[in-house]
């Protein structure tokens, strides 16, 4: 199984451009959810969702947009980049009970 | 606001030492993860707790629910063990909204 699969692995971005985060799991987990993780600070909640359909802000959600069409895609969309969402971005997957799968998480330059 | 507090932030030891990293939450929780995260890496799951104690190879992880505080203690230390070890809680039933994360403890055990 490849588990959680997340493109690109590195990004640079111009301000005011805009990217979608991929990010796409093979375990037919219910639940995923993104994460960015910044020094200092910790990784931190952005966006989560609890089933196709169904998405939710986390604890850093504005700049940011998610969608869930399937089970398996959860992609982050940056609206308009900057500098402030430089970070190394995480995605996770899990089934209610059972621990977190992470992505190898995407680092992302917004200069 | 839910708080995930680690201590100590840095600790170095020696090969062979037992390693104590402590973590502390604010209100009560469906249940405490441990992650492990190698420089430059990605993100392992080790633990999930709801309850007790659990115990993989060199690694155990207790919680104490009346408390609201959780241990990972690694016994036998070796080098290949230095990493960053994060705890994290989910507040809903079979984690569905997500991680709160502590900062971490950067682990570093010399030869």
């Known amino acids: 199984n490849a588990g959680v699969t997340q493109t690109p692995k590195f990004q640079v971005l111009k301000t005011g451009q805009s990217m979608t985060l991929q990010c796409a799991q093979d375990?037919?987990?219910?639940?995923m959810s993104w994460y960015r993780q910044d020094p200092g600070m910790g990784l931190r909640l952005i966006h989560y969702?609890?089933?196709?359909?169904?998405?939710d802000q986390g604890e850093v959600p504005n700049g940011y947009n998610v969608s869930r069409s399937t089970t398996e895609d959860f992609p982050l969309r940056l609206l308009s980049a900057a500098p402030s969402q430089t970070s190394v971005y995480f995605c996770?997957?899990?089934?209610?009970?059972?621990?977190?799968?992470f992505g190898s998480g995407t680092r992302l330059t917004v200069v | 606001k839910n708080e995930v507090e680690q201590s100590p932030q840095n600790l170095t030891a020696q090969e062979g030492e037992f390693i104590t990293i402590n973590c502390s939450y604010s209100?009560?929780?469906?249940?405490l993860h441990w992650l492990q995260q190698h420089p430059g890496g990605g993100i392992v799951s080790l633990f999930m707790l709801s309850s007790g104690k659990k115990k993989h190879g060199r690694l155990i992880a207790t919680i104490n629910i009346q408390e609201k505080h959780s241990s990972l203690h690694i016994t036998a230390s070796h080098p290949r063990d230095s990493a960053v070890y994060i705890c994290?809680?989910?507040?809903?039933?079979?984690?569905?909204?997500?991680?709160?994360f502590g900062k971490g403890t950067h682990l570093i055990i010399q030869p």
């Open positions: 375990m037919n987990h219910e639940y």
């Open positions: 209100v009560g929780i469906s249940a």
């Open positions: 969702s609890v089933g196709a359909g169904i998405t």
């Open positions: 996770a997957s899990n089934q209610g009970g059972y621990g977190y799968t």
């Open positions: 994290a809680a989910s507040y809903s039933g079979g984690g569905a909204d997500g991680l709160t």
